[in-house]
DNA sequence: TCTGGGGTCCTAGGACCC
DNA sequence: TCTGGGGTCCTAGGACCC
């Protein structure tokens, strides 16, 4: 039986690649994509890249090079982003056995058994052409016998332009040429403290970390190192995972637009979180028992200190009714509050999740004919929802919402709403 | 003035039991 | 009350990823 062939398909400037898809005005103008609340540069076009722009880094840092280059900033646009990204994953489905989609722009892809019928790099450009033509995203292609080589001969494919966006790792001997060149803190799954704890041992290429000691490795770091050491010598410890795990947890969080300093308002901004977080739980059809609740100051105000706080709850049982959750969530705010602070970020977290009716009944259980009415509202809210956002809400989720994220950048959703679609002329 | 959000996995240490 | 090993379960925190 032949060792398992992966390929990693990887969206270049995925964000800024989707701003541009229907704007080709903008076709060699520099854009980056702004995080939430218009706050970091979280993706940049080929051209911003150039300029220099930074990932990550706060936008009214760079506030004079923006309008010095004439930079376009969007804010991001997770609707559109999603869907682009959808055509790209049945792109990919259509033409190869198996896809694991790893994040919004990324998808590993099994490629065993077809190196006997076509040349592995030719299969990778005709991946990185279709791609092209039927959705216009440009993607790179790094193809390996384990899930760690993949992603650095994708690595490798993105970084050197001769390649053509595609680089066909299979071959060992290639394999310890290209890891001599790359640093070992580009290594998936090493990031900065590790890589800080490596080169104390004088291992600083990804070759020097393939060539330690396994078992040492274990000793002084972890499995997980381990385990990257073996990908790295084209042994493959992890697997393509076709099925979506169900999520462990589901975070709903957001730094506000303005500074929150009274409670009402603080009481709102929970309470839309806890909205969101239980629609979520409600569409990956599971019941969660365990609520958290956080709120917290700026990390960055040198002024004051940081204040962070945070309690949790265990309901009697699980469920994913929105109103038990918001009772719940208001008894956590009380005593989690303090006057005279100013608050930056605050959010809810789901956890412990359990199958709708597969979990211990109780005294205070509601009885069946109960829960099926409290479900049937529930879907009756996120179906009338799904039509058109926010038709109805809770009134503790407030109307006005001062408080909420600013997205002064934001492009139409071209693709995912009626009244926003493109129009040709 | 302005610094993202949402996840996973592993490990260490404490509580508790036999 | 002291002594001790071994096991499980839970939680907090660290590190990583995109």
Redesign the pocket.
């Known amino acids: 039986m032949p060792s398992t062939i992966f390929a990693l398909v990887d969206c270049n400037n995925f964000y800024a690649s989707c701003e541009k898809l229907f704007r080709p005005d903008l076709a060699n103008t520099p854009v980056v994509v702004l995080?939430?609340?218009d706050?970091?540069i979280?993706a940049r076009s080929k051209e911003a890249k150039q300029l220099g722009i930074k990932m990550?880094v706060?936008l009214?840092k760079v506030q004079k090079e923006m309008r010095q280059h004439g930079i376009v900033a969007f804010s991001s646009n997770y609707a559109l982003y999603a869907d682009i990204s959808q055509r790209v994953m049945s792109t990919l489905e259509s033409l190869t056995p198996a896809v694991e989609v790893?994040?919004?722009?990324?998808a590993f892809v099994d490629l065993t058994g077809i190196e006997p019928l076509q040349n592995l790099n030719d299969f990778g450009l005709m991946l990185r052409d279709k791609v092209q033509n039927w959705v216009g995203i440009t993607v790179c292609v790094g193809i390996a016998p384990s899930k760690t080589l993949a992603?650095l001969a994708n690595y490798a494919a993105k970084k050197w332009q001769k390649t053509a966006g595609v680089v066909d790792l299979t071959d060992p001997i290639r394999q310890r040429k290209l890891l001599a060149l790359v640093p070992v803190n580009e290594?998936?799954?090493?990031?900065?403290?590790?890589?800080k704890r490596l080169e104390l041992l004088g291992i600083t290429t990804a070759l020097q970390l393939a060539d330690a000691d396994a078992k040492y490795i274990r000793q002084h770091f972890?499995?997980?190192v381990e385990r990257t050491v073996r990908e790295l010598n084209g042994e493959s410890c992890i697997e393509l995972e076709q099925v979506i795990?169900t999520?462990?947890?589901?975070?709903?969080?957001?730094?506000f637009g303005q500074?929150i300093t009274c409670k009402e308002q603080m009481q709102q901004a929970i309470s839309e979180y806890v909205s969101l977080a239980c629609k979520?739980l409600r569409q990956q059809k599971q019941e969660a028992k365990y609520l958290t609740v956080f709120i917290r100051t700026?990390a960055?105000?040198q002024q004051h200190d940081l204040f962070s706080n945070s309690k949790s709850i265990a309901l009697d049982t699980p469920s994913s009714d929105t109103r038990v959750f918001l009772a719940k969530a208001k008894q956590l705010l009380d005593m989690l509050w303090v006057n005279n602070f100013s608050y930056?970020?605050a959010?809810v977290m789901l956890t412990d999740f359990y199958n709708p009716g597969q979990h211990q009944l109780n005294l205070f259980t509601a009885p069946a004919d109960k829960q099926q009415a409290n479900h049937k509202l529930m879907q009756l809210i996120d179906n009338l929802n799904a039509k058109q956002d926010k038709t109805i809400w809770f009134a503790s989720q407030g109307v006005k919402q001062a408080w909420s994220?600013k997205r002064e950048h934001l492009s139409p959703a071209y693709t995912t709403n009626w009244r926003d679609l493109p129009i040709v002329k």
């Open positions: 995080s939430n609340n706050g970091c979280v990550g706060p009214f790893y994040s919004i722009d990324e992603k290594v998936w799954g090493i990031g900065r403290k590790l890589s972890s499995v997980v795990p999520k462990q947890q589901i975070i709903s969080s957001r730094s500074r979520k700026s960055f105000n930056a970020k959010g994220m």
